[in-house]
């Protein structure tokens, strides 16, 4: 019964709690400190300095990848040792 009761008090928390941001993020854009800090900067260089750790991360897990199916190839010398 006590399982059931925390439940549903948790489910209304958490709908009163969604309902309260949707209404507080209004259009989408950032407002007040959040969009001061969008426009610094810094703020631009570090968003192109995730893009180019993304792009550098995406290149290295291709190379990891094709230097894992080059050693899945069966060479004629590995089937000869079997």
Known sequence: MRFRVGV???IVIGYLIARRMV??????RA??????ML???????LAGFAERAS??????IQRARASLQRR?????????MN
């Open 23 to 28: 209404r507080q993020q209004g259009d989408g």
């Open 39 to 45: 426009r610094h900067p810094s703020s631009q260089r």
């Open 72 to 80: 899945m190839v069966a060479d004629v010398d590995d089937l000869s």
């Open 55 to 60: 792009t550098v991360g995406a290149q290295a």
């Open 8 to 10: 549903l008090v948790g």
């Open 31 to 36: 407002s007040g400190v959040r969009a001061a």
